[in-house]
């Protein structure tokens, strides 16, 4: 079950809120003023259970100009975003800015929704539809579904609940849990009998009841109380969900929109950044050295000072290496996206990615200085490492492995792997003293194979555990070795993507199912078996014996449960006949020593031919051995 986080973006008075409304049931205008307004002021919140299973968060943001800081407080962790477009107004300056925010922020997936369809005639769509796909040309809706809604009537909702299905399961990855958990507070009030509670979007890893985390910038330290997912009492928080958390030992004055909730002393506060700054094309203004800005980067909103260090003055269309001086303490990670507006008039400009989070103080027009952000931008050792990692991770190759393909130093590998590991880039397994590693986007290749494989093997296969981990193995993993295989399918498992019954493998989710087709083919094989009594029968003729195309299947389970029990090459019987016969065979041993196989076929009343194939496999399982032509116990 993957967890979304779907977002909406839009001009004012679109239908963003009557939209989510519509597919959920529940309103997002939490104030008043919204209310008695008829407008999304700030950041509205709900949730929606897909129908494929996945779970949604949906973030409604406001659509007017004035509260375009809320807006950008929500686009942090959006997965998806609903580009909302009334039909009988078309793309208006607040759609194209949105559109913006999120190109810079790089949101990559996304559905164009023309709400109010209800209001035009076929001819008009047509423009609106034209126009929509002009203003789209060169960002990541370029090529998005277009569909056109009325939530007044409920026209076309079943569609963008399919769309919205489709893009969950086919183009969104799951975010990575087994990270450093890391949420950006939104929203920060207080309950009565609880104390202080935060909200926001959990970005990476997980958080769990009682875990204790400091609040960046302030750099207070609590304990998680509580955790509310969808509203409902949680345990855990995955990364992907929308999250709310009752903290201990803080006070509501004491925290903010803007702070960040993480593991104690896993981040630095900083006043200043390294940023590769890119202006927009639209853009109606330059950037000069130390202008003064408003820098947007997770939920937080802070002023700066931007000093470009390659030029005196950044126009529209262009992109530099700059360092913002800010005017207040943040704490954020490399690779962190964020957005820029002008300090007066409000606009927004541009935006970037941040290359070091804590650096020191930069020169202007310094070559080396320059030179050191260009490697930091695009790589440093650790790509070649990275490189090497991704071209044999169908080996998950050890540091060793590695360290004779580059013919560097196992110590200069190990550093690489630690930052690539922090990085977020690859999963290290650790198995005595080595550590083995693979690329994740690797890793997410083999989880989707190996997802698809057991779900349509489920499909085909209802009565069965699973698959063998060997079948797995030699599928999508023949090149591993067996230690390091063997850690994997505990990772897998630790994830919830899979679970393991002795040497079966099912998807997480999965159980089997003993319905009636199952029930009717148990009777049948228990009653034919009762019958046969010690006369073993074989799995193919009990399929015959059987009239359903789920004997053979059935009958595994049944084995795999152990109410039946196969004899060899003889046949199969039921755990109870087998029972009888052991315990007969053992009696009679004991009382006299040794057994004949005449002895024994009289004790079963039986013939000499199942007598013998019998004390052969209570020979086999070491309940007897022969002497000569007698068994004695083993």
Same mark, same amino acid.
């Given at each position: 079950?993957?967890?979304?986080?779907?977002?909406?973006?839009?001009?004012?008075?679109?239908?963003?809120?009557?939209?989510?409304?519509?597919?959920?049931?529940?309103?997002?205008?939490?104030?008043?003023?919204?209310?008695?307004?008829?407008?999304?002021?700030?950041?509205?919140?709900?949730?929606?259970?897909?129908?494929? @299973?996945?779970?949604?968060?949906?973030?409604?943001?406001?659509?007017?100009?004035?509260?375009?800081?809320?807006?950008?407080?929500?686009?942090?962790?959006?997965?998806?975003?609903?580009?909302?477009?009334?039909?009988?107004?078309?793309?208006?300056?607040?759609?194209?800015?949105?559109?913006?925010?999120?190109? &810079?922020?790089?949101?990559? !997936?996304?559905?164009?929704?023309?709400?109010?369809?209800? =209001?035009?005639?076929?001819?008009?769509?047509?423009?609106?539809?034209?126009?929509?796909?002009?203003? =789209? !040309?060169?960002?990541?809706?370029?090529?998005?579904?277009?569909?056109?809604?009325?939530?007044?009537?409920?026209?076309?909702?079943?569609? =963008? *609940?399919?769309?919205?299905?489709?893009?969950?399961?086919?183009?969104?990855?799951?975010?990575?849990?087994?990270?450093?958990?890391?949420?950006?507070?939104?929203?920060?009030?207080?309950?009565?009998?609880?104390?202080?509670?935060?909200?926001?979007?959990?970005?990476?890893?997980?958080?769990?009841?009682?875990?204790?985390?400091?609040?960046?910038?302030?750099?207070?330290?609590?304990?998680?109380?509580?955790?509310?997912?969808?509203?409902?009492?949680?345990?855990?928080?995955?990364? @992907?969900?929308?999250?709310?958390?009752?903290?201990?030992? /803080?006070? !509501?004055?004491?925290?903010?929109?803007?702070?960040?909730?993480?593991?104690?002393?896993? &981040?630095?506060?900083?006043?200043?950044?390294?940023?590769?700054?890119?202006?927009?094309?639209?853009?109606?203004?330059?950037?000069?050295?130390?202008?003064?800005?408003?820098?947007?980067?997770?939920?937080?909103?802070?002023?700066?000072?931007?000093?470009?260090?390659?030029?005196?003055?950044?126009?529209?269309?262009?992109?530099?290496?700059?360092?913002?001086?800010?005017?207040?303490?943040?704490?954020?990670?490399?690779?962190?996206?964020?957005?820029?507006?002008?300090?007066?008039?409000?606009?927004?400009? @541009?935006?970037?990615?941040?290359?070091?989070?804590?650096?020191?103080?930069?020169?202007?027009?310094?070559?080396?200085?320059?030179?050191?952000?260009? /490697?930091?931008? #695009?790589?440093?050792?650790?790509?070649?490492?990275?490189?090497?990692?991704?071209?044999?991770?169908?080996?998950?190759?050890?540091?060793?492995?590695?360290?004779?393909?580059?013919?560097?130093?196992?110590?200069?590998?190990?550093?690489?792997?630690?930052?690539?590991?922090?990085?977020?880039?690859?999963?290290?397994?650790?198995?005595?003293?080595?550590?083995?590693?693979?690329?994740?986007?690797?890793?997410?290749?083999?989880?989707?194979?190996?997802? !698809?494989?057991?779900?349509?093997?489920?499909?085909?296969?209802?009565?069965?555990?699973?698959?063998?981990?060997?079948?797995?193995?030699?599928?999508?993993?023949?090149?591993?070795?067996?230690?390091?295989?063997?850690?994997?399918?505990?990772?897998?498992?630790?994830?919830?993507?899979?679970?393991?019954?002795?040497?079966?493998?099912?998807?997480?989710?999965?159980?089997?199912?003993?319905?009636?087709?199952?029930?009717?083919?148990?009777?049948?094989?228990?009653?034919?078996?009762?019958?046969?009594?010690?006369?073993?029968?074989?799995?193919?003729?009990?399929?015959?014996?059987?009239?359903?195309?789920?004997?053979?299947? *059935?009958?595994?389970?049944?084995?795999?449960?152990?109410?039946?029990?196969?004899?060899?090459?003889?046949?199969?019987?039921?755990?109870?006949?087998?029972?009888?016969?052991?315990?007969?065979?053992?009696?009679?041993?004991?009382?006299?020593?040794?057994?004949?196989?005449?002895?024994?076929?009289?004790?079963?009343?039986?013939?000499?031919?199942?007598?013998?194939?019998?004390?052969?496999?209570?020979?086999?399982? #070491?309940?007897? #051995?022969?002497?000569?032509?007698?068994?004695? =116990?083993?």
């Amino acid at each position: 079950m993957k967890n979304i986080i779907i977002g909406t973006a839009g001009h004012i008075d679109h239908g963003k809120t009557t939209l989510i409304k519509a597919l959920t049931g529940r309103e997002t205008d939490r104030w008043e003023e919204e209310k008695r307004r008829g407008i999304t002021i700030d950041l509205g919140f709900t949730y929606f259970d897909l129908p494929n @299973g996945n779970k949604a968060g949906i973030i409604d943001v406001p659509g007017h100009e004035r509260f375009i800081k809320n807006m950008l407080a929500g686009v942090i962790g959006m997965d998806l975003v609903l580009l909302v477009v009334a039909a009988d107004e078309g793309m208006m300056p607040q759609t194209t800015e949105h559109l913006n925010i999120l190109n &810079m922020l790089g949101v990559k !997936k996304g559905i164009v929704v023309i709400t109010k369809y209800d =209001l035009i005639d076929s001819e008009w769509l047509e423009l609106v539809k034209e126009d929509i796909k002009e203003e =789209l !040309k060169d960002t990541f809706l370029e090529n998005a579904p277009m569909i056109e809604v009325s939530s007044k009537t409920g026209y076309g909702l079943d569609k =963008l *609940i399919d769309a919205i299905v489709n893009k969950t399961e086919t183009e969104i990855e799951e975010r990575d849990i087994n990270t450093i958990p890391r949420l950006p507070i939104d929203r920060v009030f207080s309950i009565t009998g609880f104390g202080t509670v935060i909200t926001g979007t959990l970005i990476s890893g997980n958080l769990k009841k009682g875990d204790e985390v400091e609040i960046y910038p302030v750099n207070k330290i609590c304990k998680i109380r509580n955790i509310q997912v969808h509203s409902n009492d949680a345990n855990e928080a995955y990364a @992907g969900q929308r999250t709310a958390i009752n903290l201990s030992n /803080v006070k !509501k004055s004491e925290i903010y929109r803007g702070c960040v909730i993480a593991p104690k002393n896993s &981040m630095k506060n900083t006043m200043m950044l390294d940023v590769k700054l890119s202006i927009l094309k639209s853009s109606r203004r330059i950037v000069e050295n130390r202008s003064r800005l408003h820098l947007y980067t997770g939920t937080s909103e802070i002023l700066c000072r931007v000093v470009l260090l390659d030029r005196d003055e950044l126009s529209p269309g262009e992109s530099c290496y700059a360092q913002l001086r800010l005017e207040e303490e943040i704490a954020v990670r490399r690779k962190d996206k964020f957005i820029v507006r002008f300090y007066s008039p409000m606009e927004t400009i @541009g935006g970037g990615e941040i290359i070091e989070p804590v650096p020191l103080k930069k020169k202007r027009f310094d070559d080396l200085l320059l030179e050191e952000l260009k /490697v930091k931008e #695009k790589g440093s050792s650790s790509d070649v490492i990275e490189k090497i990692i991704t071209e044999n991770s169908k080996n998950v190759p050890s540091i060793s492995d590695i360290a004779k393909i580059t013919a560097l130093s196992e110590e200069e590998i190990r550093l690489s792997v630690e930052i690539l590991e922090e990085e977020e880039k690859i999963t290290v397994f650790n198995f005595k003293n080595e550590k083995y590693v693979w690329h994740k986007n690797y890793e997410r290749s083999i989880e989707e194979s190996i997802e !698809k494989y057991l779900y349509k093997y489920h499909e085909t296969k209802q009565y069965s555990k699973g698959t063998k981990k060997s079948e797995i193995k030699s599928r999508f993993l023949p090149a591993v070795k067996q230690t390091v295989f063997d850690l994997i399918i505990q990772s897998f498992e630790s994830k919830g993507l899979i679970k393991t019954d002795g040497e079966y493998v099912s998807l997480g989710y999965f159980q089997i199912q003993y319905d009636e087709q199952y029930k009717n083919v148990e009777h049948n094989v228990i009653k034919i078996l009762r019958e046969a009594k010690f006369e073993l029968i074989k799995l193919e003729e009990l399929a015959v014996m059987i009239n359903s195309n789920k004997t053979e299947e *059935i009958i595994s389970l049944m084995l795999d449960d152990k109410k039946l029990v196969k004899i060899g090459e003889s046949g199969i019987t039921t755990s109870e006949i087998y029972n009888d016969a052991k315990e007969k065979l053992v009696e009679f041993i004991k009382k006299n020593t040794k057994i004949s196989a005449a002895q024994y076929r009289d004790l079963l009343d039986t013939n000499r031919k199942i007598a013998i194939g019998l004390l052969e496999h209570f020979d086999s399982v #070491k309940v007897t #051995k022969r002497v000569e032509n007698d068994r004695i =116990l083993f």
